[in-house]
């Protein structure tokens, strides 16, 4: 009898708390927010009045993609991830570094699961709200929790912490992945299927998780003359969140800088023609590191130019920096200025230093309250000083080489990485394409792209420009490199990126600090080709001097 009787209470028990776990999920299933447009004109009208006129926009969300569309796929496995959840493991997650997230989950406090699930809630929870959604995301990878529950039953003990194992990681959508379509943020390519970029591919290999598709400046800026960056058709205006609707993102790779600084996903990846990872890296406080030329292999990624592009990681510090690249790592033969890098990025950084280490200071620059306080953080680090005055030299014929470049690259790239669902073959065809709807497809114009078509360089002239230039830039920065036996030379965000583009030298960004509006700036390392290990141990060693980087005051629940 007793038997019975404790058997009825611990059914009740369970059905109690069952029926109470049922009443949870449904009561915070019921207060979800989903995305809904609303009249833009208020937050359009506030941005005609600011002074940066690449901040006056026509509209903020696109008029190609409804945004539910974006977790659409994974509502199911989010209606499994309750509010309560996502609070606990808030602490674990927020602004924590790849080593100390992958510790915690050694140490069982969640799974690779939960961190996935975590992400997308975040993402959900911020860009189903139109008054904080900063449009960093284009598209999120169906298969991803699936994926993250497969690394979950692998033994965790073995897993190393300094690693992208199981960690959620976003690609700049002009990167190709067999899952996800690759736009490159335009309508004529939003059915663009594709193979696993290389890059992808030492992700997925490394066992990384690809969690989504980035929005970027649409063609990664080369489309429209003097328009926002951060915009394409298809993912709307990014948004910055250190100061939404008032602060430039930084562009090309925009959502990427976005997401990171917001916490969306651990570390993202970018891609860089001319500033494009400098850029939105300083403008969000984040790292972002431009490689040299074939360092990181560039197949299976929409091109601008194969003179210059490249792809680079960005995260919140420079350790999980030196994770990334390590992960993305390796000699692409379909790639012909791939290289292959034996260095270990992550162990070369652990024993950094700035002391004794020699910097060139661009004299104009300390006049920037931001710079000139780094710069004494650094000389009291020991670093030595060396103010320089180098004198602005034009770049003849850079506009050429992306216009020639692209003329080439891209027909090539559709040919070859395209599977389907592309009907455009070649920049004219883009161009008459965007011509039956300018109003979703081109709100800005295309004046670049019809740049491309009426330039007449021939291949004789573009060789000489392309020489011509490297001498130029290369001899910008090594007259003062050389003579006074530098390091690095430090700039600010991406002033100095397009010397360095067309001399093919490396840089790092590494948060500086905020402007009395709140703004972020970048404090940036550049260094002679194939010094990503110096600039990753001098960027180490500013950050734990320094810790500038700040979380977004808006995106801290």
Known sequence: MRKAFYLLISIFFFISCKKEKQSELHQEKQSKVVWQSYDETKDIATTQKLEENRMHLKLIN??????????????????????????????FILEKDIPTIQQYIKNGEFTYEELTLFYIYRIRKYESDNSVSLNSVISLNPKVVEQARTLDKVDKKNIDAYSVFGMPILLKDNIGTEDMVTTAGAVALQDNKTNNAYITSRLVGENALILGKANLSEWAYFLCSGCPVGYSAIGGQTLNPYGRL?????????????????????????????????????????????????????????????????????SKNVIDTAILLNALLGKDLKDNVSVDIDVDFVNAIKQSSLKGKRFGVVKELLEDSLYNKAIKKIRKAGGEITEIEPKEVELPGFLNILNIDMKNDLPRYISSESKGGVTVKNIEDVIAFNLTDTIISIPYGQQLFEGIVVDSTTNQELSEIKENLKTIARNYFDMFLDKHELDAILSINNYHAGYAAVAKYPAITIPMGYTDKGEPKGLTFIAKPFSEKLLLQLGYGYEQETKERKQPVNYLN
């Open 246 to 314: 008032v602060f430039e993102t930084g562009g090309s790779s925009s959502g990427s800088g976005v997401a990171v600084a917001a916490n969306f996903c651990v570390a993202a990846v970018g891609t860089e023609t001319s500033g494009s990872i400098l850029s939105p890296s300083s403008q969000n406080s984040v790292v972002g590191l431009k490689p040299t030329i074939g360092v990181l292999s560039r197949t299976g990624i929409v091109p601008i130019s194969s003179t210059l592009d490249t792809p680079g990681p960005m």
């Open 62 to 91: 696109s008029k190609v993609q409804d945004k539910n569309n974006i977790w659409s796929a994974l509502e199911i496995e989010l209606n499994l991830f309750s509010e309560t959840k996502y609070n606990k493991l808030k602490g």
